[in-house]
């Protein structure tokens, strides 16, 4: 069974930089993996930021930069705002019988 | 403006059915792949499978197969969720969320659906 684990909780200052990464049991993260990563608030639904690696949506705040770091996907924050404090999902692409895993989320505290 | 509607809270009892709705409007119903997506309390997102409202088939996550079933009905732009056999685990929140067909798996998951909360209680 495939996973993909994310760090379970991060804690930034407001104003600071922070990355957060994607790793799969299978080995490296590729491009080939279509990394995505969605924004959750408590009780809202997910939100898009990124996907396939680096791209962004017309909403996605520019303080927000998807890219590969070494063998896992990367979500960096720059400039962080305490309303970015939520939970950071990945989703990797595998093909096959079971096409996409999410990870297990961070959750990021901005103090 | 571009939005996915899902159908209001259920409950249920163990054993029994339960079929969530996705109402598309905004865009081009069957230029978009609808993945479902579900979250029990307090836990992360769990992907469940993904249909071509065109028709073109399905993929469910191996966890599901056997007891979900996705439809599409093109003349009313609504993406239909069926989980039989439910279990008191199969409490969460349930969410549609659509991709580009054109774009494979390049393609983002860009805009969700509100959710539908399931309760599968005795």
């Known amino acids: 069974q495939t996973v993909v684990t994310q760090e379970p909780s991060l804690t930034v200052s407001p104003g600071g930089t922070v990355t957060l990464t994607c790793a799969s049991s299978?080995?490296?993260?590729?491009?080939?993996?279509?990394p995505n990563w969605f924004r959750q608030k408590p009780g809202q639904a997910p939100r898009a930021l990124i996907y396939s690696t680096s791209n962004k949506y017309s909403w996605t705040p520019a303080r927000f930069s998807g890219s590969l770091l070494g063998d896992k996907a990367a979500l960096t924050l720059s400039g962080v705002q305490p309303e970015d404090e939520a939970e950071y999902y990945c989703l990797l692409y595998y093909g096959g019988a079971q096409p996409w895993v999410f990870g297990g989320g961070t959750k990021l505290t901005v103090l | 403006q571009v939005q996915l509607v899902q159908s209001g809270a259920e409950v249920k009892k163990p054993g029994a059915s339960v079929k969530v709705s996705c109402k598309a409007s905004g865009y081009t119903f069957t230029a978009y792949y609808v993945h479902w997506v579900r979250q029990a309390p307090g836990q992360g997102l769990e992907w469940m499978g993904i249909i071509n409202p065109s028709g073109d088939g399905t993929t469910y996550a191996q966890k599901f197969q056997g007891r979900v079933t996705m439809t599409g009905d093109t003349s009313t732009s609504t993406v239909y969720m069926e989980l039989s056999s439910l279990k008191s685990e199969d409490t969460a929140v349930y969410y549609c969320a659509r991709s580009r067909t054109n774009l494979g798996a390049a393609g983002g998951f860009d805009i969700w659906g509100q959710g539908t909360m399931v309760t599968v209680s005795s």
């Open positions: 299978t080995g490296a993260v590729t491009s080939g993996y279509y």
